[in-house]
């Protein structure tokens, strides 16, 4: 995020990519979550 934010970018991502990232990541902290609550069932 803090890249993001910067003048100088490393990685140039489109909306498109950084949107996808986005949901990827939601769904994986959201699976770990249940994961951790001993709920299975994703």
Avoid: Q, R, W
């Avoid at 970018?9 to 609550?37: Q, R, W």
């Amino acid at each position: 995020m803090i890249t993001a934010l910067g003048g100088n970018h490393k990685y140039k991502l489109s909306p498109d990519e950084y949107v996808l990232g986005a949901i990827t990541l939601y769904l994986y902290i959201i699976n770990l979550v249940s994961s951790f609550m001993g709920d299975n069932s994703m």
